[in-house]
């Protein structure tokens, strides 16, 4: 008597069993169509994050006026080390951008990371960003920010954490944090910026730099010095 009391027990024990495993292998699943997709839109967002980034920071150096300002990018080569998640944030450690822009000048941008927003695919903070580009004239640019955050839906970028912009020339900007309208090709600097070079140096509470009118500001306690002789 004791075998069928104890085997209708048994039987639906089987089927929730059989029932949970299903469960879990169809969410595995899903989740794994859904992780390539974000990964698909984080190199595409990727690759256009870092050479933005790296423009930003080039194009602050305008600020001084005193090195050439390269051109829009052209074609990009883009490579990383792995992927792998950061705080269940998916990651791309060691991206690596090479190319060259519109007039043939090469450009390298590299960061420790690029981590992907787990909310939204198209945002992503970057890790100490660093760009290097050599102009027609054989001279070159470095620029690196610490951190940055790129949110491709608002086309907006920001640079934070402190950022400097050096020349072969003797040239450099610092600054502590930017922040980039792609949409209007507007940087906004509204935290304190000093620049110098052989020609002078100069130090305001803030700047703006209109990339398509090329107008730069130096607003708030303004300060300019020309050194002796120089012109």
């Known amino acids: 008597m004791a075998t069928p009391d ?31 997709e974000r990964y698909s839109r984080f190199v595409i967002v990727m690759k256009r994050a870092l050479p933005i980034a790296a423009g930003a920071v080039i194009m602050a150096v305008v600020a001084y006026s005193l090195v050439p300002r390269p051109s829009d990018r052209g074609g990009v080569n883009f490579e990383y080390g792995s992927m792998r998640k950061l705080d269940n944030d998916l990651a791309m450690i060691k991206p690596r951008l090479t190319g060259a822009d519109s007039k043939g000048n090469p450009f390298v941008i590299t960061a420790d990371a690029a981590i992907q927003d787990g909310k939204n695919a198209r945002r992503a903070r970057l890790k100490n960003v660093e760009a290097d580009l050599t102009t027609q004239n054989a001279t070159w640019i470095n620029a690196n920010a610490a951190g940055g955050f790129i949110d491709a839906d608002k086309q907006f970028l920001t640079l934070d954490g402190g950022i400097s ?31 110098q070079g052989p020609q002078g140096a100069f130090e305001a509470d803030r700047f703006t730099i209109d990339h398509k009118t090329q107008h730069i500001a130096l607003i708030g306690n303004v300060h300019t010095t020309l050194y002796a002789g120089k012109k």
């Open 165 to 195: 912009v050096f020349s072969d020339s003797g040239y450099e900007l610092h600054t502590s944090a930017v922040d980039v309208d792609l949409n209007k090709s507007f940087l906004t600097g509204n935290h304190h910026v000093t620049g």
């Open 6 to 36: 104890t085997h209708p027990a048994a039987e639906p024990r089987v089927k929730s069993a059989a029932k949970r495993i299903s469960i879990d292998w169809t969410a595995r699943t899903r989740g794994t169509i859904l992780d390539a």
